[in-house]
Structure formats: C-alpha cells, structure tokens
C-alpha cells in the first residue's frame, strides 16, 4: 500500500504565508493540513476542501501521535474508497521546519521517503537581520521543551547567542542566569511578534532585564550578547578543581584533579554520539567535562555513595549539562545492565572489583571502542598490566599508558614551594577485530 506523502511547509515570518510555487501547490493538492490554530489561520484563504487538524506545541507531540495515525487512517480510507490518487498531507510549520524546526521530529518517526520539506525564513533568521547580526558569527540555543541549564554550556565572554524560548526561560530569568554566571554586563535584546504588524525590538542590559516584571509577547526571540568577567562557567577544557562542588574545602574532595582529567580527557576523546560510561564517577568531574565539551555525546556517570551523588548532581546542575548528563545511582556492575551499550568507558573507582569490570566492560565495548581506566595504588596498576597481557594488547595499535607525577605551587614561610601530588598512571585500550574479548578466547 503507497502511504500518503507528508508534506512539511515552512510559512516565514509573516501575516501572511510566504510559499514557493512548490510549496503552494502541495497546499492546494492536499488532503488534510495540519498546524496551529495561529497558522492554520495564517493559510486560510488558501484553503478549499482540505480537512484541517489543531496540532499541539513540539513538546507535546509524542502524546498526540495516534491523532496523526489517524488522520492517515482517514486519509487512505478516502483514498480506496474513492479509488483516487493519495492525497498528500501537509503539516505547517513556523519558518525552516529542519532547523529548530518540527522537521526533526517527523524525521525521528516517518520514512525519510515519505517526507517533502519547504523552508522559509525562521524566527532566527529575522532576528540577526532585524539586529544585523551575520549569522555565522552567533550561535542558535532552543530552550523550548528543554531545561533552562542548558543555557550554562552556552555562556561565554564575547559570545552572541540567539535563544530560542517557553515560559520557563523568559527574557527576564536569562538575565538572570547571565548575571549568576558573571557576565552581568550582557545586553539582551528581545525581538517580538517578527514579521507582523505589532513587531517590537527592545534592548535591556543584564541588571535592567533580571529585574523588571515584563511580558512578553510568546512569539519572541532572545539575543544575548555576553559581557562580563565571567565567573565558575569554563571557557576551554581543563575546569578549575575549586569550581566543583566536592562538600569540602574549594579544589579538595572527591574528583579527578585538573592535570589528570585533562590527560582522561584526551585519552578517550569524546566525539558525537558516543555513549561514555564513567565508573566511580565519584563528584563528576571527568563526567562534567565529557558532557559539557560534546552536547551530542551521552554520558552515565556511576556512583553509589549517598554523599557524592549529591555533590554529583548539584554539579550537573552547576555546569548545565543536565540534557547529556545521566546520573546511575548504584554498584558498578550491577546497574551496568540498565545502560545502553557504550562506546567508551572510564574506570575512575571499582571498589576492589577492578577485574571484573575491565572484562565485563570489554565484552560490551564495540570494535573501535576505548576502555581507559586510571589506577594510583600497585595493586590497580598490576591488574590493568595483567588484563594488557592477558588479551595481548601489548602492541602499540591497541594501548597507551602514561604516568601523570604533578607538583603543586604553595607556599611555606612566605617561600613559594612545590608538593607533589601522588602519580597517576593511565591506560588506554583499543578494542580491534584482531584483540581478543575474553581471556584465552578469539572474538565471536
């Protein structure tokens, strides 16, 4: 049976629908179109016997996606019964539905064959040329259906962003947010009602915005330039010791020290959608920085002491990585089984059970994935030499080890003095087609 084709068609940023010939021709041809009740409003002229459907906001799709099953279930029943060409479907969107867009989400869930895009100008792009802003130089945040944290990976001095909004993340809390992170001398601007007759740009600083009890229109766009000192949010890799929440005095506690997360950091080089175990993950530090510096890497941060999950999570919050940070409360390897399979792990604390979860790690890891694990007594390092010789991952190809011996400046008697911290030795191992998975076993 040939499914009706769906046809997604970008309106612009106007009163009025601003269609290619393509675009209006699906319009005219359709059987159903579906949209809000605003730009279903937007096509009605245009509209002669197409049966019509409210759609609900993004966020709320996935409760309504029966009513669209529906609508196709009318749709080829009109079709037999009139022994007629399908139909196509149309679904309106605001300006590119691909980008920030309803697209997406209709890829997620339809063939890709049975879908037809039409873009035209978005929200986004009005707003940098109603400011004239190039839009390579800012860059695009949807908090729309997605927690207001995640503005914290985004901040950063000298920065323009263009923020997408919902009730949660009005003008005024941003500002707020701006000023928390430091960069209090920020200007925003807000960019209302785009395109219509009502359009409105008005420009606030950080402390005149996080103030004020304003509404705004729902349809706005938030521009940030970001001012200011800057303050625990990181600029590049490598986050202060003393910026993580740790329960005990600024830079102390449990979490991997600068020197050596920069060294796991690299080692096991996060890349879009990996699925990264961190093991012991203890107050997050290796996680955090996983998260914060790859948006599109998942990573599960694994611990079971009550106190560090706490710590744990309320840098998760801190750093705002909460959409790619998940946090698995337990013993490692039990809870391991509720995961999705990783790409790559990290083995930071095992609580004696080093053995076990360097093979049961391997076994789950892909070929081409990475398994890095740190170890700073001899008895750790003697069981990660004994699993490298074990699996004959001796060869340059698949391992890399290094010891990490880091003296600190201080001072005593008013003399600067170095004290060394206890070394660190890492290993890295690369999981091929010719390694072995099991001990004394070739791979299946």
Known sequence: ??????????????????????????????????????????????????????????????????????????????????????????????????????????????????????????????????LGLALQDVEVLSLHGRPLQGIRT?????????????????????????????????????????GYSEQRIRHFTARELAVMDEAFDPLHVTVINCQGRGGFLPEFPGIQDDRFITGEEPGKGMITKREVRLNILSLLQPGNDDVIWDIGAGCGSVAIELAYWNERCRVFAIEHHPERLQHLEANRQRFGVVSNLKIQAGH???????????????????????????????????????????AVTENTRYQLIEFMEQRNLIHDAHMETLQIAVSRGGSLAGQLLYRPALPVTLFRFVKSADTKNRLGNDPE
Not at 78 to 87: S, V
Not at 104 to 118: A, C, D, I, T, V
Not at 173 to 189: N, P, R, Y
Not at 335 to 355: C, E
């Open 154 to 194: 985004a901040l950063k001095a000298n920065k323009t962003l263009v923020v997408l909004t919902d009730k949660h993340s009005q003008p005024s809390i941003l500002a707020q947010e701006c000023i928390a992170a430091g960069f209090d001398e920020s200007h925003l601007s807000v960019c209302e009602s785009l």
């Open 1 to 130: 049976m040939v499914l009706n084709p769906i046809h997604i068609i970008g309106l612009g940023v106007s009163e009025q629908p601003e269609l290619s010939s393509a675009a209006l021709s699906a319009l005219n041809r359709a059987g159903w179109v579906i949209g809000s009740s605003r730009q279903l409003k937007i096509v009605e002229s245009l509209l002669q016997d197409q049966q019509t459907l409210i759609l609900p906001p993004l966020v709320e799709l996935p409760r309504h996606l029966d009513e669209l099953e529906q609508v196709e279930a009318l749709a080829q029943a009109e079709k037999m019964a009139q022994d007629k060409t399908a139909r196509p479907i149309v679904v309106l969107a605001s300006g590119d539905p691909l980008y920030y867009g309803i697209g997406k989400w209709f890829k997620r869930h339809f063939p890709s064959e049975r879908l037809r895009f039409y873009p035209a100008v978005s929200s986004i792009q009005a707003a940098c040329h109603a």
């Open 332 to 374: 490692a390897p039990e809870v391991l089984t509720d995961l999705p399979s990783p790409s790559k792990v990290f083995i930071g604390g095992s609580d004696g059970r080093l053995s076990e979860l360097l093979a049961l790690c391997w076994d789950q890891l892909p070929v081409g994935g990475i398994l890095a694990a740190s």
